[in-house]
Nanobody, 115 residues
Framework: QVQLVESGGGLVQAGGSLRLSCVAS????????MGWYRQAPGTERELVAH??????TNYADFVKGRFTISRDNAKTMYLQMNSLKPEDTAVYYC??????????WGQGTQVTVSS
């Protein structure tokens, strides 16, 4: 089992920055993909950014140039969010996909951007 805990969300004005963190515990030796999703009210959960199995990064078009994903190792991952916009308001989730396809999700952290 893997447990993921996000932190760092909050309320910020448009143009501001936040840094999200995700700490994993448990059996993390088989992780293939690590990343961040988000979900705004009334919408489906969508990919924000992730590390591929090869270690490269992919970003959704709506965050390119503003958000940066990074990690220390399989245990700790970050999402630096700059130039935040009101439309970035959502619950942000950390996730991992492991060998065999099993996925794990955090409980989410709320990000609210005021105009």
């Amino acid at each position: 089992q893997v447990q993921l805990v996000e932190s760092g969300g909050g309320l910020v004005q448009a143009g501001g920055s936040l840094r999200l963190s995700c700490v994993a515990s448990g059996s993390i030796f088989s992780v293939r993909i690590m990343g961040w999703y988000r979900q705004a009210p009334g919408t489906e959960r969508e990919l924000v950014a992730h590390f591929t199995p090869g270690g490269s990064t992919n970003y959704a078009d709506f965050v390119k140039g503003r958000f940066t994903i990074s990690r220390d190792n399989a245990k700790t991952m970050y999402l630096q969010m700059n130039s935040l916009k009101p439309e970035d308001t959502a619950v942000y989730y950390c996730y991992q996909e492991h060998i065999g396809g099993r996925q794990y999700w955090g409980q989410g952290t709320q990000v609210t951007v005021s105009s």
